[in-house]
Structure formats: C-alpha cells, structure tokens
C-alpha cells in the first residue's frame, strides 16, 4: 500500500517529551541494559519498546523490558522484507520508520512490528540515512549527491536540501530539538547544522546534543563538554550513540544501554 507523504506524516501527528533549553545534563539514570545474540547496529527507544537494527541479517528485533518480543525483516520484497534495511528511526504515535534505500522506500510499523504504510523516495538516488523530527519532518541523506533534504509533513515535495560540498560519508543523522547533526566515521566529526540547513559547526567525534549542550562519545565512555564529566563509561567501546527526546541510547557488540538523562538548571 502506498500513500501520499501528508497523510503518511499526519498519521504520525504527536508531540515528543520537551525540556527547558536552559537545562544543563548532569547525571544518566541506566533504565534499560539489554543483551542480545546478534550485532547491534542500531537501537532507537520508546517507553513501550526497543527497537534494534540488526543489519548482518536485514532484521529488526523488538524488545520489552529486556526480552524479545518479535522479529522482521529479512532479505525480500515482502511488507516485512528488506533488499538492504540502511536505516530505523522513532515514530511519534507508537511507531517506527524504516529505510531500505535498494528499494528507496520508507515504510512505517507499529511498535509491535505490524506493516502500517510505505512511501517510496523516487526523487532519491540513493538514500542512506534519515530521521524523523517532532514536527513531522523526514530529513534524508542521498549518498550520491551527499545532500541532506528536509520533507515537511505539510507538502509532498522536499521543502529543500542544504550539506552539497560539505558532508561525505554519512555514519549517522540526528535531529534533536534545536539541530541537525551528522556524523562521518571515516573521518571522526560531526557537522550541526540548524534546522534551516545553515552550518553551525564542524567538531572532532561523534557529537549529541541535549538541548544546547554538546555530548561526544569517546570510545569507552561520553563525556559532558560543559561540565567535564564522564558518563557511562564501559570495558567495551560503544560504536553506536544517540540522544533523543531525554534518552541517551549506547550500543557495542552485543549489548545496550538506554539511559535517561538528568538535567538541572544552569547557574
């Protein structure tokens, strides 16, 4: 089933949980710790479900307090199946979103890991990464022509495209509150953008932000760039991170880490 990209968009109509900007990360309270018998590519969170990207096998895994629940994916041009599953990302009405960029479709399921709707990405050439935004906004990275293009859920056409001669291999996208951001593991930095497209900065490591303030993971552990401090710090190095929506989310091998983040007021 395909559907235009408004109703695709309204359908996902909610509001992500909002903290005051002039709030300063302090301290991680560890709520989930999960292991798993696969590589975890990537693990996004919601209250209700983990949803883990397993990209060796073209699988999603969906857990529960720690157990698994159910899985798709697989190779295959099935409603459940994946020619090359490249990215996931956080719905906003208890679901999530997929990315299969052999197929240059996005499709959507619910938290349980039932087939919702898809929408293909024709206008991309080979679309990679992406996220989704709190105000219903696709941003969408095409590894060919190394742009990123933001989709307003208000319009069926991309609104616009910005990162042309300054981005290159795309290992990560987020969108927090306040920013873009994008991660080159090749090259170990992180350009942020504003969520116009305007370059905002260029920094060495992977960089998240929690409002205003930047987080960078340093291999072992992440560390506050305001206060100093180290956080979560592990005997294995953590190869995926992410913040969204308070919740920081850690992953090696065979192990994740989601963690709510703990603010106070700045002084």
Known sequence: ?????????????????????????????????????????????????????????????????????????????????????????????????????????????????????EFSLENFSNPTKFDFSENGNF?????????????NFMAIENSFSFGKFQLSNITQLTISQQFITVFDGNLNNTICFNKMGQFISKTDGQIEYFGYHQLRLKKYFIENLTLEKKFLVSSKIWHFFQIKNNFCVLANQHEIVIAKIISRLEK
């Open 139 to 151: 941003c969408i990275f095409d590894d060919d022509t190394k742009e990123v293009s933001i989709f």
């Open 1 to 117: 089933m395909k559907i235009s990209l408004l109703l695709f968009l309204v359908i996902s109509a909610c509001s992500y949980t909002n903290f005051s900007d002039n709030h300063i990360p302090d301290n991680f309270q560890i709520i989930e710790n999960i292991k798993c018998d696969f590589t975890a590519e990537k693990c996004i969170y919601s209250p209700y479900r983990q949803i883990i990207l397993a990209k060796e096998d073209n699988k999603i895994h969906i857990f529960q307090n720690g157990e698994k629940q159910n899985t798709i994916g697989g190779f295959g041009f099935g409603q459940n199946n994946f020619s090359n599953l490249s990215d996931i990302c956080l719905g906003l009405d208890d679901s999530f979103f997929t990315l299969d960029n052999v197929q240059k479709i996005i499709k959507k399921f619910d938290l349980n890991g039932k087939f919702i709707a």
